[in-house]
Protein backbone atom coordinates (compact mmCIF):
# COMPACT_ATOMS: atom_id res chain seq x y z
CA UNK A 1 0.00 0.00 0.00
CA UNK A 2 1.25 3.37 -0.91
CA UNK A 3 1.75 6.02 2.22
CA UNK A 4 -0.71 8.25 0.82
CA UNK A 5 -3.62 5.35 1.14
CA UNK A 6 -2.11 4.12 4.26
CA UNK A 7 -2.70 8.18 5.23
CA UNK A 8 -6.03 8.09 3.61
CA UNK A 9 -7.13 5.30 5.97
CA UNK A 10 -6.18 6.89 9.37
CA UNK A 11 -7.81 10.01 8.57
CA UNK A 12 -10.82 7.86 7.56
CA UNK A 13 -10.58 5.85 10.90
CA UNK A 14 -9.87 9.61 12.89
CA UNK A 15 -6.60 7.72 14.02
CA UNK A 16 -4.84 10.96 15.13
CA UNK A 17 -2.05 9.28 16.56
CA UNK A 18 -1.77 7.54 13.60
CA UNK A 19 -1.74 10.03 10.81
CA UNK A 20 1.11 12.34 13.39
CA UNK A 21 3.18 9.18 13.48
CA UNK A 22 2.66 8.94 9.82
CA UNK A 23 3.70 12.39 8.99
CA UNK A 24 6.54 12.27 10.78
CA UNK A 25 7.53 8.94 9.61
CA UNK A 26 7.61 10.28 5.81
CA UNK A 27 8.37 13.70 6.49
CA UNK A 28 5.57 15.45 5.01
CA UNK A 29 4.72 18.68 5.48
CA UNK A 30 1.50 18.88 6.00
CA UNK A 31 0.75 21.95 8.51
CA UNK A 32 -2.90 22.12 8.71
CA UNK A 33 -3.24 18.19 9.07
CA UNK A 34 -0.86 18.03 11.91
CA UNK A 35 -3.01 20.96 13.96
CA UNK A 36 -6.16 18.93 12.45
CA UNK A 37 -5.77 15.89 14.37
CA UNK A 38 -2.85 17.40 16.95
CA UNK A 39 -5.74 19.11 18.30
CA UNK A 40 -8.33 16.60 18.22
CA UNK A 41 -5.79 14.26 19.43
CA UNK A 42 -5.84 16.73 22.42
CA UNK A 43 -9.81 17.18 22.92
CA UNK A 44 -9.67 20.45 21.47
CA UNK A 45 -12.38 20.16 18.62
CA UNK A 46 -13.19 24.19 19.01
CA UNK A 47 -10.14 25.03 17.24
CA UNK A 48 -11.08 23.62 14.01
CA UNK A 49 -14.20 25.75 13.40
CA UNK A 50 -13.70 28.37 11.02
CA UNK A 51 -16.87 30.22 11.77
CA UNK A 52 -16.66 33.59 11.95
CA UNK A 53 -20.24 33.26 14.65
CA UNK A 54 -17.96 31.40 17.05
CA UNK A 55 -14.80 33.79 16.64
CA UNK A 56 -15.24 35.08 19.73
CA UNK A 57 -16.04 31.68 21.54
CA UNK A 58 -12.66 30.78 20.04
CA UNK A 59 -10.46 33.13 21.61
CA UNK A 60 -11.72 32.72 24.62
CA UNK A 61 -10.53 28.97 24.30
CA UNK A 62 -7.58 28.89 22.94
CA UNK A 63 -5.60 30.01 26.30
CA UNK A 64 -7.16 26.07 27.31
CA UNK A 65 -5.00 24.45 25.25
CA UNK A 66 -3.14 21.72 26.49
CA UNK A 67 -4.18 22.81 30.20
CA UNK A 68 -4.11 19.08 30.51
CA UNK A 69 -3.22 15.75 28.43
CA UNK A 70 -6.01 13.64 28.34
CA UNK A 71 -7.04 10.36 27.01
CA UNK A 72 -5.01 8.88 24.53
CA UNK A 73 -2.24 11.62 24.45
CA UNK A 74 -1.67 11.12 27.83
CA UNK A 75 -0.88 7.33 27.96
CA UNK A 76 1.70 7.58 25.76
CA UNK A 77 5.18 7.52 26.40
CA UNK A 78 7.20 11.09 27.09
CA UNK A 79 9.40 10.32 24.23
CA UNK A 80 6.20 10.44 21.71
CA UNK A 81 4.17 13.21 23.80
CA UNK A 82 7.46 15.41 23.37
CA UNK A 83 7.67 14.55 19.67
CA UNK A 84 4.04 15.16 19.19
CA UNK A 85 4.27 18.44 20.83
CA UNK A 86 7.08 19.31 18.87
CA UNK A 87 5.34 18.69 15.73
CA UNK A 88 2.40 20.65 17.06
CA UNK A 89 4.57 23.31 17.59
CA UNK A 90 6.43 23.60 14.00
CA UNK A 91 3.19 22.92 12.28
CA UNK A 92 1.51 25.99 13.88
CA UNK A 93 4.54 28.58 12.78
CA UNK A 94 4.24 26.65 9.25
CA UNK A 95 0.75 27.22 8.52
CA UNK A 96 -0.84 29.44 6.29
CA UNK A 97 -4.71 28.41 6.55
CA UNK A 98 -7.16 30.89 7.55
CA UNK A 99 -8.63 28.83 10.30
CA UNK A 100 -5.60 28.73 12.19
CA UNK A 101 -3.81 31.87 11.76
CA UNK A 102 -5.51 33.94 14.56
CA UNK A 103 -4.20 31.93 17.32
CA UNK A 104 -0.90 29.82 15.69
CA UNK A 105 1.07 32.08 17.75
CA UNK A 106 -0.58 30.87 20.57
CA UNK A 107 -1.05 27.23 19.92
CA UNK A 108 3.04 27.34 19.66
CA UNK A 109 3.37 28.86 22.77
CA UNK A 110 0.93 26.44 24.74
CA UNK A 111 2.97 23.24 23.15
CA UNK A 112 6.49 25.30 23.83
CA UNK A 113 5.65 25.38 27.46
CA UNK A 114 5.17 21.70 27.66
CA UNK A 115 8.22 20.89 25.81
CA UNK A 116 9.69 23.03 28.48
CA UNK A 117 7.79 21.17 31.21
CA UNK A 118 9.09 18.39 29.71
CA UNK A 119 13.16 18.77 28.98
CA UNK A 120 13.85 22.32 31.12
CA UNK A 121 14.98 25.49 29.15
CA UNK A 122 18.25 24.63 28.90
CA UNK A 123 17.66 21.70 26.71
CA UNK A 124 18.86 22.08 22.44
CA UNK A 125 15.40 20.36 21.79
CA UNK A 126 13.73 23.90 23.28
CA UNK A 127 15.88 26.05 22.37
CA UNK A 128 15.71 25.67 18.54
CA UNK A 129 12.16 25.80 19.06
CA UNK A 130 11.67 28.97 20.79
CA UNK A 131 14.13 30.30 18.27
CA UNK A 132 12.02 28.80 15.79
CA UNK A 133 9.32 30.84 17.92
CA UNK A 134 11.04 33.83 17.60
CA UNK A 135 11.71 34.07 14.04
CA UNK A 136 8.14 33.38 13.51
CA UNK A 137 7.37 36.62 15.38
CA UNK A 138 10.32 38.72 13.33
CA UNK A 139 12.36 38.79 16.63
CA UNK A 140 15.57 38.40 14.53
CA UNK A 141 18.03 39.34 16.99
CA UNK A 142 17.02 36.92 19.84
CA UNK A 143 16.72 33.80 17.56
CA UNK A 144 19.97 34.91 16.08
CA UNK A 145 21.37 35.69 19.97
CA UNK A 146 19.70 31.89 20.37
CA UNK A 147 21.39 29.95 17.43
CA UNK A 148 24.87 31.58 18.01
CA UNK A 149 24.71 30.06 21.99
CA UNK A 150 23.74 26.73 20.28
CA UNK A 151 26.45 26.72 18.15
CA UNK A 152 28.87 27.73 20.60
CA UNK A 153 27.97 24.69 22.83
CA UNK A 154 28.33 22.42 19.79
CA UNK A 155 29.92 23.76 16.14
CA UNK A 156 28.30 20.82 14.87
CA UNK A 157 24.75 21.60 15.43
CA UNK A 158 23.98 21.45 11.59
CA UNK A 159 20.39 22.96 12.21
CA UNK A 160 21.47 26.38 14.28
CA UNK A 161 23.91 26.15 11.95
CA UNK A 162 21.05 26.51 9.28
CA UNK A 163 18.58 28.84 10.36
CA UNK A 164 21.89 31.33 11.51
CA UNK A 165 22.35 31.42 7.54
CA UNK A 166 18.58 31.72 7.22
CA UNK A 167 18.26 34.66 9.03
CA UNK A 168 21.23 36.34 7.45
CA UNK A 169 19.95 35.92 3.99
CA UNK A 170 16.83 37.09 4.85
CA UNK A 171 17.94 40.19 6.75
CA UNK A 172 20.21 41.30 3.54
CA UNK A 173 16.80 41.71 1.70
CA UNK A 174 15.17 43.55 4.86
CA UNK A 175 14.70 47.35 4.48
CA UNK A 176 17.25 49.20 6.80
CA UNK A 177 16.36 52.56 8.80
CA UNK A 178 19.13 54.95 8.60
CA UNK A 179 21.25 55.37 12.03
CA UNK A 180 21.34 58.88 11.42
CA UNK A 181 17.50 59.26 10.83
CA UNK A 182 17.99 61.15 7.50
CA UNK A 183 15.69 60.62 4.89
CA UNK A 184 17.63 60.48 1.66
CA UNK A 185 14.40 61.55 -0.31
CA UNK A 186 13.86 64.54 1.94
CA UNK A 187 17.42 65.86 1.56
CA UNK A 188 17.71 69.16 -0.42
CA UNK A 189 19.77 69.62 -2.97
CA UNK A 190 22.64 71.13 -1.34
CA UNK A 191 22.96 68.22 0.81
CA UNK A 192 23.84 66.22 -1.94
CA UNK A 193 26.85 65.33 -0.75
CA UNK A 194 25.74 63.62 2.63
CA UNK A 195 23.27 61.46 0.33
CA UNK A 196 25.76 59.96 -1.62
CA UNK A 197 28.02 59.60 2.03
CA UNK A 198 25.08 57.81 3.41
CA UNK A 199 24.77 55.39 0.08
CA UNK A 200 28.43 54.29 0.23
CA UNK A 201 27.62 54.02 4.20
CA UNK A 202 25.29 51.53 2.76
CA UNK A 203 27.12 49.82 0.52
CA UNK A 204 29.80 48.93 2.76
CA UNK A 205 27.11 47.94 5.34
CA UNK A 206 25.94 45.61 2.82
CA UNK A 207 28.96 44.45 1.93
CA UNK A 208 30.34 43.17 5.77
CA UNK A 209 26.66 41.90 5.49
CA UNK A 210 27.50 39.54 2.31
CA UNK A 211 31.09 38.35 4.00
CA UNK A 212 28.90 37.31 7.00
CA UNK A 213 26.22 35.48 4.99
CA UNK A 214 29.17 33.71 3.03
CA UNK A 215 30.71 32.83 6.34
CA UNK A 216 27.79 31.53 7.74
CA UNK A 217 26.77 29.09 4.95
CA UNK A 218 31.40 27.78 5.06
CA UNK A 219 30.53 27.00 8.30
CA UNK A 220 27.05 25.15 7.86
CA UNK A 221 28.54 23.63 4.41
CA UNK A 222 31.70 22.14 6.45
CA UNK A 223 29.43 20.46 8.72
CA UNK A 224 26.95 19.35 5.57
CA UNK A 225 28.63 19.25 2.42
CA UNK A 226 26.13 16.70 1.32
CA UNK A 227 23.11 19.28 1.13
CA UNK A 228 23.04 20.91 -2.51
CA UNK A 229 20.35 23.08 -2.26
CA UNK A 230 23.01 24.78 0.32
CA UNK A 231 25.27 24.98 -2.64
CA UNK A 232 23.02 26.24 -4.80
CA UNK A 233 23.07 29.30 -2.34
CA UNK A 234 26.70 29.30 -2.42
CA UNK A 235 26.69 30.16 -6.46
CA UNK A 236 24.47 32.82 -6.17
CA UNK A 237 26.14 34.23 -3.48
CA UNK A 238 29.53 33.69 -5.21
CA UNK A 239 27.65 35.30 -8.32
CA UNK A 240 26.34 38.46 -6.35
CA UNK A 241 29.94 38.82 -4.80
CA UNK A 242 31.43 38.91 -8.55
CA UNK A 243 33.28 35.33 -7.52
CA UNK A 244 32.61 33.18 -10.70
CA UNK A 245 35.09 30.69 -9.61
CA UNK A 246 33.81 29.88 -6.26
CA UNK A 247 30.49 29.89 -8.59
CA UNK A 248 31.90 27.39 -10.20
CA UNK A 249 33.41 25.59 -7.37
CA UNK A 250 30.17 25.20 -6.31
CA UNK A 251 28.29 24.03 -9.51
CA UNK A 252 30.80 21.15 -9.73
CA UNK A 253 29.38 20.32 -5.89
CA UNK A 254 25.63 20.40 -7.35
CA UNK A 255 26.89 18.38 -10.28
CA UNK A 256 28.39 15.30 -7.57
CA UNK A 257 24.77 15.52 -6.26
CA UNK A 258 22.67 15.18 -9.60
CA UNK A 259 24.91 13.95 -12.15
CA UNK A 260 22.09 13.18 -14.23
CA UNK A 261 20.43 16.74 -14.25
CA UNK A 262 20.74 18.62 -17.73
CA UNK A 263 20.29 21.97 -15.90
CA UNK A 264 23.23 21.49 -13.49
CA UNK A 265 25.64 20.60 -16.57
CA UNK A 266 24.40 23.70 -18.17
CA UNK A 267 24.53 26.12 -15.01
CA UNK A 268 27.82 24.81 -14.66
CA UNK A 269 29.26 25.45 -17.90
CA UNK A 270 28.15 28.46 -17.85
CA UNK A 271 30.27 29.35 -14.80
CA UNK A 272 33.22 28.04 -16.56
CA UNK A 273 32.70 30.13 -19.69
CA UNK A 274 32.43 32.85 -17.52
CA UNK A 275 35.36 33.00 -15.79
CA UNK A 276 36.98 32.40 -19.52
CA UNK A 277 40.60 31.18 -20.17
CA UNK A 278 41.36 28.19 -22.64
CA UNK A 279 41.29 25.64 -19.18
CA UNK A 280 37.62 26.69 -18.39
CA UNK A 281 36.45 26.84 -21.98
CA UNK A 282 37.53 23.22 -22.41
CA UNK A 283 35.64 22.75 -18.80
CA UNK A 284 32.60 24.50 -19.98
CA UNK A 285 32.32 23.17 -23.37
CA UNK A 286 32.26 19.71 -21.56
CA UNK A 287 29.46 20.31 -19.45
CA UNK A 288 27.56 21.68 -22.25
CA UNK A 289 27.89 18.57 -24.32
CA UNK A 290 27.09 16.64 -21.63
CA UNK A 291 23.84 18.70 -20.85
CA UNK A 292 23.44 18.76 -24.23
CA UNK A 293 23.75 14.47 -24.08
CA UNK A 294 21.00 14.21 -21.14
CA UNK A 295 18.44 16.91 -22.64
CA UNK A 296 19.54 16.81 -26.39
CA UNK A 297 15.60 18.00 -27.48
CA UNK A 298 14.92 20.94 -25.24
CA UNK A 299 18.36 22.53 -24.64
CA UNK A 300 18.57 25.59 -26.73
CA UNK A 301 20.28 27.15 -23.48
CA UNK A 302 23.67 24.11 -23.71
CA UNK A 303 23.61 24.52 -27.51
CA UNK A 304 24.26 28.19 -27.57
CA UNK A 305 26.51 27.56 -25.02
CA UNK A 306 28.32 25.23 -26.17
CA UNK A 307 28.79 27.57 -29.78
CA UNK A 308 30.12 30.12 -27.94
CA UNK A 309 33.05 28.61 -25.87
CA UNK A 310 33.75 26.71 -28.81
CA UNK A 311 34.46 29.58 -30.94
CA UNK A 312 36.11 31.45 -27.64
CA UNK A 313 38.45 28.86 -27.87
CA UNK A 314 39.31 28.63 -31.78
CA UNK A 315 39.58 32.70 -31.39
CA UNK A 316 42.14 32.63 -28.81
CA UNK A 317 44.20 29.87 -30.31
CA UNK A 318 44.54 32.16 -33.58
CA UNK A 319 45.38 35.06 -31.70
CA UNK A 320 48.09 33.47 -29.46
CA UNK A 321 49.53 31.84 -32.88
CA UNK A 322 49.93 35.02 -34.58
CA UNK A 323 52.97 36.40 -35.64
CA UNK A 324 55.10 34.04 -33.63
CA UNK A 325 56.47 30.34 -33.35
CA UNK A 326 54.34 27.97 -31.43
CA UNK A 327 55.80 26.49 -28.15
CA UNK A 328 54.65 23.16 -27.01
CA UNK A 329 51.44 23.98 -25.71
CA UNK A 330 50.07 25.47 -28.34
CA UNK A 331 51.00 22.36 -30.41
CA UNK A 332 49.00 20.14 -28.05
CA UNK A 333 46.40 23.02 -28.47
CA UNK A 334 46.16 21.81 -31.98
CA UNK A 335 44.36 18.98 -31.07
CA UNK A 336 41.71 20.49 -28.79
CA UNK A 337 41.32 23.06 -31.81
CA UNK A 338 39.90 19.96 -34.35
CA UNK A 339 37.70 19.13 -31.38
CA UNK A 340 36.22 22.47 -31.32
CA UNK A 341 36.20 23.08 -34.79
CA UNK A 342 33.79 19.82 -34.79
CA UNK A 343 32.13 21.04 -31.66
CA UNK A 344 31.13 24.19 -33.25
CA UNK A 345 30.06 22.97 -36.68
CA UNK A 346 27.96 20.48 -34.51
CA UNK A 347 26.14 23.15 -32.64
CA UNK A 348 25.63 25.64 -35.93
CA UNK A 349 24.05 22.76 -37.48
CA UNK A 350 21.54 22.35 -34.94
CA UNK A 351 20.69 25.72 -33.88
CA UNK A 352 20.25 26.38 -38.00
CA UNK A 353 18.04 22.99 -37.87
CA UNK A 354 15.62 24.25 -34.95
CA UNK A 355 15.25 27.80 -36.40
CA UNK A 356 15.24 27.21 -39.81
CA UNK A 357 11.51 28.56 -41.05
CA UNK A 358 11.08 30.79 -37.88
CA UNK A 359 10.90 34.10 -36.92
CA UNK A 360 14.33 34.19 -35.74
CA UNK A 361 15.83 32.07 -38.74
CA UNK A 362 17.33 35.07 -41.06
CA UNK A 363 19.20 36.43 -37.38
CA UNK A 364 20.51 33.31 -35.98
CA UNK A 365 21.71 31.89 -39.34
CA UNK A 366 23.69 35.58 -39.81
CA UNK A 367 24.84 34.79 -36.10
CA UNK A 368 25.93 31.47 -37.22
CA UNK A 369 27.18 32.28 -40.60
CA UNK A 370 30.59 35.02 -38.67
CA UNK A 371 31.40 31.95 -36.74
CA UNK A 372 32.27 29.81 -39.68
CA UNK A 373 35.14 28.63 -39.95
Same mark, same amino acid.
Given at each position: ?????????????????????? #?????????????????????????????????????????????????????????????????????????????????????????????????????? !??????? &??? $???????????? *???????????????????? #?????? *???????????????????????????????????????? #?????????? !????????????????? $?????????????? #?? &???? &????????????????????????????????? $????????????????????????????????????????????????????????????? !? *???????????????????
Amino acid at each position: MEPDQDLAAMIEKSDHLGVLRH #IRAFKLREPDLVLHHGTLLLHQPNLLTDSTDQQKQQQQQVPSLLSSLTSQFSKIDESERLATLEQLTIAALDTNSSSYASHSTTIAERTLAQIQDLVGKESV !RYRNLLA &LCL $EHQGNFTDALAI *YNSLVADNPSNVHALRRKYT #ILRAQQ *YSPKGDDDGIDDAAAPANGSALVVLNRVRDAALATVNGVE #IKEALNDYLE !RNGSDASAWVEMTKICA $EAGDYSGAAYSGEE #IV &LSAA &LNAESHCALGEWYATVGGRDNWKAARKHFSQSL $ELDPENNLRALFGLVSVAEYFLDDVEVAGTGRKKKKREVVNEEDMEMAKDLLKFGTEKLSA !R *YKGTSMGDLVEKVLGDMER
